[in-house]
């Protein structure tokens, strides 16, 4: 896909994410690698209205080449893609039940949510918390690179979800499933449940070869 097709694709992702509530204001972020460098939407973007010409383009050190001013979190979408080779882009949300999980006391900080569906366990795998910074820290890149060596996907605590995936639909997807398995999180929180269990996860790395 050329540059021009992933601009498009970028701001329909958006618009995606926008309209079915998963990106309030002008909340989250997404980022598409190219092989100089990555697009990435400008700082208090809408998602829901992005224009394609007005991208952020920064070249492969983070520094910006044209369009808009790039968001505020850049540095994260750049310590992701440094730290995962085959992660063609990222999404990131402030997603209302991913970000309620984001807030609880006691989560297992190796591993969020609790693996309630197959499709959850073949999307996410499992989803490690990152200690809560200030919007913007840069601190936070350091933060999440042992992660994010080891995982795809990680919540920011008191933040929300960061996704990343071989391409950009890949990640708008699983950052979807993510945010719906903590819908279900928080409605079954009183109920008697029954996760995936080991085997049961065992044969769905086997069957879809996953990498968890």
């Given amino acids: ?27 989250g972020n997404i980022s598409v690698r190219l092989d100089d460098g990555w697009l990435l939407t400008p700082t208090n973007a809408c998602l829901g209205r992005l224009d394609p010409a007005r991208l952020s383009r920064l070249d492969a050190n983070g520094r910006l080449v ?11 979408h750049r310590a992701m893609y440094e730290e995962r080779g085959g992660a063609g882009a990222i ?15 006691g989560l297992d900080a190796c591993d969020c949510l609790p693996p309630l569906t197959a499709y959850y366990v073949m999307k996410i795998g499992r989803l490690p918390l990152v200690p809560y910074h200030r919007p913007g820290d840069p601190a936070l890149a350091e933060a999440i690179r042992d992660i994010a060596k080891r995982h795809h996907a990680l919540l920011l605590a008191n933040h929300g979800p960061v996704v990343a995936g071989k391409d950009l639909d890949a990640a708008m997807y699983a950052a979807e499933e993510l945010e719906e398995t903590a819908k279900l999180f928080l409605l079954l929180r009183n109920v008697p449940t029954s996760p995936l269990n080991a085997a049961q996860i065992e044969e769905l790395k086997a069957a879809f070869h996953l990498d968890i």
């Fill in 1 to 27: 896909m050329n540059e021009s097709a992933l601009r498009e694709q970028i701001c329909e992702c958006g618009r995606v994410l926008y309209q079915r509530g998963l990106a309030p204001g002008s909340s």
């Fill in 66 to 76: 044209s369009g808009d001013a790039p968001t505020k979190e850049a540095f994260l």
């Fill in 91 to 105: 999404v990131h949300l402030h997603s209302t039940h991913a970000a309620a999980v984001s807030c609880m006391a």
